[in-house]
């Protein structure tokens, strides 16, 4: 019974590989005819188009997009009461039914035709649904890949060296660094980069850090104008901002600094409040950081030790109060930029010029 199930987060992954599969399992000129895309459709619909045949010569493919099936966020449908594959379940009882139902409509069809489910979420194995189509499907996922910056991360540096191979190129571990840095090891951005690096090295088959620095997306630069930032190099930060406002907009970096502020007044104020004493310390770069209380606030906001130390440190000039107080600032400067009082790198130079 060939029944597939693409699940997962990483979209760019997953849409690869359906595309593999469709141009793999399809005849290119019966394409438009033998693949039929449903989106939640009922049970009926669904054993109706299984269960007919290919047209002309080839296979078939019946794919399934946006599928919630088999994972925990369900997407509440507004389609007809006797759409069981999306209608809101409110039982244990029901989302049994639903395994039963869908295992039921999928107990016979043609071996020329390949059903496959597209789910945008995590493949929840938990669920009986999950199990019971997971004995006769094929379950392939496609997880996130999370990268913390100035961690090494085997997988996404493999993908890196992969998608260099496809042009003839390699690429050297401190390019490598730089564009997992700029794009946060979204797989997306990190195979247009390096596609971009590969065409503009021609001849030469070798990127470099200097070509991905000159070429690519410089975020990488933010994250070295926020440690200046962070450690009160005035001049340092001012020099490190100019550089990346003659390359960016200002917006995408107000954007970033929102976003890791709000994760750092988390991180802090979590340590002041395990280590009461931290709060009342005058910040310094030689405060001895608790391990076991870093343990303690990495299970709590589900992260990685070595990230929250290095995050701790890099904030010792700050207690959680400033944070606080710089967030609040940076809130009103963007708003400031949306009513057009002051243009968004005026914005940013005051944000970081003031103490």
Same mark, same amino acid.
């Given at each position: 019974?060939?029944?597939?199930?693409?699940?997962?987060?990483?979209?760019?992954?997953?849409?690869?590989?359906?595309?593999?599969?469709?141009?793999?399992?399809?005849?290119?000129?019966?394409?438009?005819?033998?693949?039929?895309?449903?989106?939640?459709?009922?049970?009926?619909?669904?054993?109706?188009?299984?269960?007919?045949?290919?047209?002309?010569?080839?296979?078939?493919?019946?794919?399934?997009?946006?599928?919630?099936?088999?994972?925990?966020?369900?997407?509440?449908?507004?389609?007809?009461?006797?759409?069981?594959?999306?209608?809101?379940?409110?039982?244990?009882?029901?989302?049994?039914?639903?395994?039963?139902?869908?295992?039921?409509?999928?107990?016979?069809?043609?071996?020329?035709?390949?059903?496959?489910?597209?789910?945008?979420?995590?493949?929840?194995?938990?669920?009986?649904?999950?199990?019971?189509?997971?004995?006769?499907?094929?379950?392939?996922?496609?997880?996130?890949?999370?990268?913390?910056?100035?961690?090494?991360?085997?997988?996404?540096?493999?993908?890196?060296?992969?998608?260099?191979?496809?042009?003839?190129?390699?690429?050297?571990?401190?390019?490598?660094?730089?564009?997992? %840095?700029?794009?946060?090891? @979204?797989?997306?951005? *990190?195979? +247009? &980069? /390096?596609? =971009?690096?590969?065409? $503009?090295? #021609?001849?030469?088959?070798?990127?470099?850090?200097?070509?991905?620095?000159?070429?690519?997306?410089?975020?990488?630069?933010?994250?070295?104008?926020?440690?200046?930032?962070?450690?009160?190099?005035?001049?340092?930060?001012?020099?490190?901002?100019?550089?990346?406002?003659?390359?960016?907009?200002?917006?995408?970096?107000?954007?970033?600094?929102?976003?890791?502020?709000?994760?750092?007044?988390?991180?802090?104020?979590?340590?002041?409040?395990?280590?009461?004493?931290?709060? %009342?310390?005058?910040?310094? @770069?030689?405060?001895? *950081?608790? +391990? &076991? /209380?870093? =343990?303690?606030?990495? $299970?709590? #906001?589900?992260?990685?030790?070595?990230?929250?130390?290095?995050?701790?440190?890099?904030?010792?000039?700050?207690?959680?109060?400033?944070?606080?107080?710089?967030?609040?600032?940076?809130?009103?400067?963007?708003?400031?930029?949306?009513?057009?009082?002051?243009?968004?790198?005026?914005?940013?130079?005051?944000?970081?010029?003031?103490?």
């Amino acid at each position: 019974m060939p029944v597939i199930v693409l699940a997962g987060e990483e979209e760019y992954g997953l849409n690869n590989r359906l595309a593999d599969l469709k141009e793999t399992l399809l005849l290119p000129a019966w394409k438009s005819v033998n693949l039929i895309k449903l989106n939640k459709p009922s049970l009926n619909s669904l054993s109706q188009a299984i269960n007919t045949m290919p047209f002309g010569q080839g296979n078939r493919i019946v794919l399934i997009e946006n599928c919630d099936l088999f994972t925990k966020k369900r997407t509440r449908s507004d389609s007809d009461a006797d759409n069981k594959l999306s209608a809101p379940k409110s039982s244990k009882t029901s989302k049994a039914d639903d395994a039963d139902d869908l295992v039921a409509a999928l107990a016979n069809f043609p071996d020329t035709t390949y059903l496959i489910f597209v789910c945008p979420y995590n493949f929840d194995s938990t669920l009986k649904i999950s199990k019971q189509v997971g004995k006769f499907a094929q379950i392939e996922e496609f997880s996130k890949e999370k990268y913390f910056p100035g961690s090494r991360n085997p997988k996404l540096e493999s993908f890196c060296r992969q998608e260099a191979k496809k042009y003839n190129a390699t690429i050297d571990d401190d390019a490598i660094e730089y564009l997992l %840095n700029s794009t946060e090891g @979204n797989l997306r951005q *990190l195979a +247009s &980069e /390096i596609e =971009k690096a590969s065409l $503009a090295i #021609l001849p030469s088959t070798k990127i470099t850090l200097k070509v991905t620095s000159e070429l690519c997306l410089p975020q990488g630069h933010i994250f070295q104008f926020i440690d200046f930032w962070l450690s009160r190099q005035n001049n340092k930060t001012q020099e490190s901002l100019r550089n990346l406002l003659s390359q960016q907009n200002a917006m995408p970096i107000l954007a970033t600094l929102q976003t890791m502020l709000g994760k750092w007044i988390k991180v802090k104020a979590l340590y002041e409040q395990y280590s009461p004493l931290s709060a %009342n310390t005058k910040p310094t @770069n030689k405060a001895v *950081l608790n +391990s &076991e /209380i870093i =343990k303690r606030i990495a $299970a709590d #906001l589900k992260l990685m030790s070595f990230s929250v130390e290095k995050d701790l440190r890099r904030l010792q000039n700050f207690t959680a109060a400033q944070l606080v107080d710089k967030r609040l600032q940076l809130t009103k400067l963007e708003y400031s930029i949306k009513v057009g009082q002051i243009p968004a790198d005026h914005a940013l130079i005051l944000f970081v010029s003031s103490q």
